[in-house]
């Protein structure tokens, strides 16, 4: 176990205001995590899943303009008064952008390599019809995957995530506020997959926690579990060996870990793809006494 990182001397003095969210950008955002999985994939045991997950995400890539415009100003506007995210999770189903971005999105991944099962699942997704379609995207939203259907709905995560990133791109991040005294993502309202600690002109050593619907980044203190908000006994592990970039932190309140992403010693990472990257470490905790809190579709059973 080891502590948390110490203040980098050349900052010291700097003034630092970092904003309180930041919007995602959706046309460089999967572009940057396709690369940083093939990065993993270069040097991991994972290639093969890690390849797999990297042209489902190129497959968003070039899918992300289809979705959404934007979000009614009447229902921002409405969210603001009653201190709630503007995005409404539970209705993206119901958006007339949905079937036609899955549609699109599923043609993408079907010409790309995969294993025959994830071929087998593509293929009852691509046939099902509308209802069946929400009900899969309310279990992912709901995190509560059946066991026996875990390929279909990464896929079907893969689609929302879109829809979802594309509508909080529209959001003037300046105007979102607070919405728990956790770390829940003031667009969405959904969980962090990761926080990251970032080196930013405006903010040095911050820590941004990461949407993993939406990828809408905002501000949380450091040495605060994003669980439960509790300040007590937090801590840090991480695999031996390692670069030190990648630490799972852990609270003895809720007994759960969230990973942080030391980005300032690697601008190269990218909160949903080093989550699986670092399946390692996860591999190590669980012979521990702290649960996995974070959620990440693409790591469906850890």
Known sequence: M??????????IGAVSTPPFAVAPDPSSLFPIRARRLR?????SPMKPYLDFVAGLVDAQA???ALAPAAIPAEQVARATEFGMPPLDRSALAADPAFTPT????????????MPEPAAAALARLRQAGDAVRAEIAGNVLAHAV???ALAEHAFMAAGLEVLATRLAATLDPKALRPVSETAVC?????PPVASLIVEWPNAHGNRFCACELC?????????????????KGIGYQEVEGGPGTVKAETCDECRTYVKVLHQHKDPSMEALADDIGSLPLDMLMREGAYRRAAYNPFLLGY
């Not at 990065?39 to 040097?43: C, E, F, L, S, T």
């Not at 990828?215 to 300040?231: D, E, H, P, Q």
């Open 2 to 11: 080891s502590t948390d990182i110490q203040p980098d001397p050349t900052v």
């Open 39 to 43: 990065a993993y994939a270069a040097v």
């Open 62 to 64: 070039e899918t992300v």
């Open 102 to 113: 899955l549609d699109i999105l599923f043609d993408a991944v079907a010409k790309r390599p």
């Open 146 to 148: 059946p066991v026996e």
């Open 186 to 190: 003031p667009a969405c309202g959904g």
């Open 215 to 231: 990828a809408t980044l905002w501000n949380y203190v450091r040495i605060k579990c994003v669980s439960c908000g509790s300040t």
